[in-house]
């Protein structure tokens, strides 16, 4: 009966002895190992990437203790260098453990290519639209004499007309050729000679022409204020809206 005795108690004191080495193993495991190896609480802050060129957002990563991977996905933006970072996973600012790794999507080292569209006829106003949902930019804009007012009559790309489907690279200028609304009817220029200055520009505006550049010279030919030369001369064919450059005698 003792020998019983002695026997369970040895196994309880065993067992206890076992129990208390498990529970001590498991508390060092649960709260020295593995906040070590997990770096727990040890968070860094997500520096914001936006704009940086890739070789000074990788050094900057590093050094805040992060990893980086490049997204095979690219954009384009005409705003930003070549291999700058357009996007970045994680958000900045955003806390995150040391090393871990942030996905970066970068500016492609090329525009891509884009299919002019047909903006011949189409009103100014709604062609600037166009261009900037596409992605392109309005150039110059060139009027001439027509009928069609703010109408446009050409697009071209630098200096050269193109057609509907021809590629351009995103962000190109656009020039366009538009109709000024005066038509391209011949007129005989009117006869400005001994006109004051004001009558003439009247009379140069009521015949459908501009008036261009007006030099003021001394002259015995007319009193002063009065026109005494234009370019060009009185009764020669041109195209409405064409410009009329006037000579007025001064004082």
Same mark, same amino acid.
């Given at each position: 009966m003792n020998s019983f005795s002695n026997s369970l108690k040895k196994i309880l004191i065993n067992l206890l002895i076992i129990t208390g080495i498990a529970i001590l193993f498991g508390f060092l495991? $649960?709260?020295?190992?593995?906040p070590l190896y997990t770096n727990h609480g040890e968070t860094v802050s997500v520096p914001d990437l936006s704009g940086y060129e890739f070789d000074e957002a990788a050094g900057l990563l590093e050094n805040t203790g992060?990893?980086? @991977?490049?997204?095979?996905?690219?954009?384009?933006?005409? @705003?930003?260098?070549? $291999?700058? &970072? $357009?996007k970045q996973i994680p958000a900045a600012n955003s806390q995150v453990k040391t090393g871990r790794k942030v996905y970066l999507t970068l500016n492609a080292r090329n525009a891509p290519l884009l299919k002019m569209p047909n903006l011949v006829n189409m009103l100014l106003k709604n062609v600037q639209e166009t261009l900037a949902n596409m992605g392109l930019e309005r150039g110059d804009i060139v009027y001439v004499p027509d009928i069609g007012i703010n109408v446009v009559l050409e697009q071209r790309y630098r200096g050269v007309a193109v057609r509907e489907g021809f590629e351009v690279p995103k962000g190109a200028r656009i020039d366009l050729v538009v109709g000024d609304g005066m038509g391209n009817q011949l007129l005989l220029v009117p006869d400005l000679?001994?006109?004051? @200055?004001?009558?003439? @520009?009247?009379? &140069?505006l009521g015949s459908g022409l501009r008036v261009g550049d007006k030099k003021f010279t001394i002259t015995d030919s007319v009193a002063p204020g009065k026109i005494f030369l234009q370019a060009p001369p009185a009764g020669t064919e041109v195209r409405t809206g064409d410009l009329i450059n006037i000579w007025i005698s001064k004082d």
């Open positions: 495991f $649960l709260k020295v190992y593995l992060l990893q980086y @991977e490049i997204s095979l996905d690219s954009g384009f933006s005409t @705003e930003l260098p070549a $291999l700058a &970072i $357009l000679y001994g006109m004051e @200055e004001e009558d003439g @520009e009247f009379l &140069i």
